[in-house]
């Protein structure tokens, strides 16, 4: 797929026939710099965007066959997000925020409360569910963020940057428990970094540069390092991983 903007009259190429399959249970990273397209790519996948040309499939749904309404019903649905900068809403308690995507859904009440304190232990904030949003830290209120985009079940989560607001310590801390997330409830999650130490807790790295893929770690020639090697970074070190 291609995505275009014109910018006063200036075609933009923020993704160049971009072409990938992501596979169930995967844990993804995209890494580029600044605006090589990554988070694009992401709000396509996220039917957040529409691409200018070629389709979006999930679980083998044409994804342009569906707009207004049933778009918002079919996020609801099928995919949860994280962002950079949390996104909860200041008024709600920890619990009600990661509850809400559910009542929208009108999922019975109770039942998400159960599955919401459940997801709330699992992050290890479930001794704030009672706070609201603005007393928690920035890696609180992302662990909140991540509870928050599964309670729906979702088949794939979307994550835009999501340690670009945190101090590394909880940077760390916010991408092991994506990537336990991933394992124990094998749910596919692809995410965004432009910082080479989160990328690297992917299982599968894909990287971009000027809104086209130029590697990506499924292939067998392709290994991380490589990958740095090809984006102009020769700093090496390997996976870190989790």
Known sequence: MSKRYDEYGVVVNALDDVSLNIFHGEFVSIIGTSGCGKSTLLHCMGLLDRPTSGKVYIENKDTSEIS??????????????????YNLIPRLTVLENVILPGL???KDQPKLQKKAEELLKEVGIFHRAEHKG?????GEQQRVAIARALINDPVLVL??????????????????????MNKNRNVTIVYVSHDIDIAS???????????????????????????????????????RGC
């Not at 000027?210 to 070190?237: A, Q, V, Y």
């Open 68 to 85: 207004g309404k049933e778009i918002a019903l079919f996020r609801g649905e099928k995919l949860g997000f994280v962002f950079q900068n």
């Open 104 to 106: 929208i859904m009108q």
């Open 134 to 138: 603005i007393h928690l830290s920035g």
């Open 159 to 180: 994550a835009d940057e999501p340690t670009g607001a945190l101090d590394t310590e909880s940077s760390i801390d916010v991408m092991k428990i994506l990537a336990k």
């Open 201 to 239: 807790f992917g299982r599968r790295t894909i990287a971009l540069k000027d809104g086209k893929i130029i590697g990506d770690t499924r292939e067998k020639s392709m290994s991380f390092d490589k990958i740095l090697e090809k984006l102009g970074n020769n700093s090496g070190g390997g996976k």
